[in-house]
């Protein structure tokens, strides 16, 4: 061929030769989706801002659906500091293989849960084998992406009402997340009653809303702090603060008494008294009749 | 990303492995392009750099890697009668991780050679289709209760029967 002759451009070359690279993506999304297809609500539950407790309520959140009769599990999306494993006390679980996939560990309450706390120790950090030295802030989270997809893909979910997502920190990873989950992820944004975090809040909202992912509403948590001995919920925080701009679907208070449960790994067994188990019914209410309005 | 004969004006087509490709001692893997044309070769060469962003999509690129129903070859009994020791993965490369995480489970295992506790054919694709980040996991755990509980080989019955015990 003479130099004269146009050469062909990417656009002009049907297929890729033969490396199905985009092929095998699309197949493994499809999967993904006929994986989840027996889970009637998927809620990603985050915030943007970190150490707010996104997992304890995501756990409590669990919690209360599990006591309005609806099969609930969790996936801990934090590979890097997954907590859900211990608040479910499922950090010394052996992982079986089923007949569809992984199979769920559950809590006795019947709560299942997907954590990389059950896979690797608290003791270790989570890690990936790399022929490349140096360069894991490239590569790494896509290949957390990569794994958490095949836990969506190869975990044998069953029949849902629920599936909790508890998401790391970070505004990006809101907007990621959406991505990756599409539309038929809602999310549920966690704060406190600072300035602070409702301030990176608000910039996950910002994020989230660039994507077709609704989003449900939030709850503000440690609202205050429940004193045992005189049975009031004290101030934490300043009042006043102002509120986001998307739906408050209630105020959680701080009890010492829950955050003992959730170092040992009980709090499906935290008294449904606590002032913080009962805002978190009415919110698990609140929540059942938004999705089903 | 694709590959042009400038002679031919044709698009190469990839030339599939017969064995999974590994990367060498540097992170580099070789992946053979051929024109249908003028059947003229070449290799793309990637460094460990480019070789890890593809590992990290969990994609399969550029060679037969054993899949899930591949590679196992059941006795009259279904027990596996020749397979490879370890369930494939599906990317060549996140086998090497695998390979990797193994040893380390294996450093802090039970005084026993894993490799001598036997899983039936049908067990070990149970084992497959798991998500590739749990298997190692798995199959320790698995072979501790296996062990435990008195099994010469892992089962499906075993592991019903773990699932059974741990009610989940």
Redesign the interface.
């Known amino acids: 061929m003479g130099d004269s002759k146009k050469l062909k451009t990417y656009s002009d070359l049907a297929g890729d030769g033969g490396s199905n690279i985009m092929g095998q993506v699309v197949a493994h999304k499809a999967k993904i989706e006929a994986n989840l297809s027996g889970i009637k609500y998927v809620i990603a539950v985050g915030s943007g801002k970190g150490g707010v407790g996104k997992s304890t309520i995501s756990m409590h959140l669990a919690s209360a659906f599990n006591r309005l009769g609806k099969r609930v599990s969790l996936l801990d999306a934090d590979v890097n500091g997954p907590a859900l494993a211990r608040l479910a006390g499922l950090t010394d679980v052996p992982l079986i293989p089923g007949q569809n996939g992984l199979i769920v560990p559950k809590t006795k309450s019947g709560i299942g849960v997907i954590s990389f706390g059950t896979l690797v120790p608290e003791s270790e950090a989570v890690d990936f084998k790399s022929v490349s030295s140096g360069d894991s802030h490239v590569w790494r989270a896509t290949k957390e992406f990569s794994t958490l997809a095949d836990f969506l893909a190869d975990t044998d979910w069953g029949e849902l009402d629920f599936l909790f997502i508890d998401l790391p920190p970070g505004v990006e990873r809101c907007f990621q997340f959406a991505e990756f989950f599409g539309s038929k992820t809602s999310f549920i944004l966690i704060t406190i009653p600072s300035e602070v975090s409702q301030g990176v809040v608000a910039r996950s909202i910002a994020a989230i809303k660039k994507t077709p992912s609704p989003i449900i509403g939030y709850i503000e948590n440690m609202s205050g702090y429940y004193c045992a001995d005189s049975k009031e919920v004290k101030p934490l925080f300043p009042s006043g603060n102002a509120k986001l701009d998307i739906p408050l679907l209630g105020s959680v208070p701080f009890d010492p008494a829950v955050a003992e449960h959730c170092d040992r790994g009980t709090i499906t067994d935290s008294a449904s008294s606590s002032p913080t188990n009962i805002s978190l019914q009415k919110i698990a209410t609140k929540i059942m009749n938004t999705l089903e309005a | ?4 004969c ?4 044709t ?4 030339v ?1 492995n017969e064995a999974p490709l590994k ?1 060498d001692d540097h ?1 580099s893997l070789s992946i053979r ?1 051929e024109c249908p044309d003028c059947l003229i070769e070449i290799a793309m060469l990637t ?3 480019e ?3 593809v ?8 060679g037969e890697t054993v899949s899930k129903s591949q590679g196992i070859t059941l006795d009259e009994s279904g027990n596996m009668a020749e397979a490879n020791s370890e369930p494939a993965a599906k990317c060549p ?1 996140s086998q ?2 695998r390979d ?2 193994m040893e380390a489970s294996e450093t802090d295992s039970v005084n026993r050679n894993e490799d001598e506790f036997p899983w039936t054919a049908q ?1 070990m694709v ?2 497959q ?6 298997r190692p ?2 199959k320790k ?2 072979e ?2 296996a062990h435990e509980k008195g099994f010469t080989q892992v089962t499906e019955e075993c ?1 019903d029967r ?2 059974e015990e ?3």
Do not use: D, H, W
Request: with cysteine; glycine share 8%; net charge positive.
């Open positions: 990303m694709k590959f042009l400038t002679s031919c004006n698009q190469m087509k990839l599939k990367p992170g392009y460094n460990a750099f070789t890890q962003m590992t990290s999509m969990g994609v399969e690129i550029g490369f090497m991780a990797s995480m067990a149970r084992l289709n798991i998500p590739e980040f749990a996991m798995a755990g698995i501790k209760f592991l773990a699932k741990f009610e989940m």
